[in-house]
């Protein structure tokens, strides 16, 4: 199993950003996949989710309307599309498999390597 990154990156607020999370070894469509996140000094917290045919997502109450969880299980992409970013988004992403129906930090069994995004002027 992989989950690769990329995407992320510097931002000024009220920016946008990309997310992408390609994903191999395993049957992509079968998994909930999500986005976590982790700010320096703080815990790693759920940021959003997708159920496995990508129809039901899920997010924090602090990015609803601003982030956009996408996955497509065509090409075993997992997307996370943030606009009207802030700088208390700046943190660490990580993408993760989740082995229920919706992710959560506690039944996540894979994660991808990280990318940064930092918001700042």
């Known amino acids: 199993v992989q989950l690769v990154q990329s995407g992320g990156g510097l931002a000024q607020p009220g920016g946008s950003l990309r997310l992408s999370c390609a994903a191999s070894g395993f049957t992509f469509r079968s998994y909930a996949m999500g986005w976590f996140r982790q700010a320096p000094g703080k815990e790693r917290e759920f940021v959003a989710g997708v159920s496995r045919s990508g129809g039901v997502p899920n997010y924090v109450d602090s990015v609803k309307g601003r982030f956009t969880i996408s996955k497509d299980n065509g090409e075993n992409v997992l997307y996370l599309q943030m606009t009207n970013l802030r700088p208390e988004d700046t943190a660490l992403y990580f993408c993760?498999?989740?082995?229920?129906?919706?992710?959560?930090?506690?039944?996540?069994?894979?994660w991808g390597q990280g990318t940064q995004v930092t918001v700042s002027a």
């Open positions: 993760a498999r989740s082995r229920g129906p919706m992710p959560t930090l506690t039944n996540c069994d894979y």
